[in-house]
């Protein structure tokens, strides 16, 4: 549980504006080691939205 708050620090960080580009979602759970399906759940849990999607899903 420690590392998922520590993560969702790093995120609220990374994001201060409540926005990340698809491209950096990626670098970011890339970086992490986070799967790219979870990163999508972390993201909505914590209330960031995913712009320009390299998939057109958002």
């Known amino acids: 549980m ?3 708050e520590q993560v969702i620090e790093q995120l609220k960080k990374a994001c201060p504006d ?3 580009s698809c491209t950096d979602a ?7 080691g986070i799967p ?3 990163m999508g759940k972390l993201c909505d849990e914590v209330g960031i939205k995913i712009h ?3 998939l057109g899903c958002f």
């Not at 990626?26 to 992490?32: C, D, L, N, V």
């Open 2 to 4: 420690a590392k998922k």
């Open 18 to 20: 409540g926005k990340m």
């Open 36 to 38: 790219l399906s979870d």
């Open 52 to 54: 320009s999607c390299e």
């Open 26 to 32: 990626r670098q970011f759970a890339g970086e992490k």
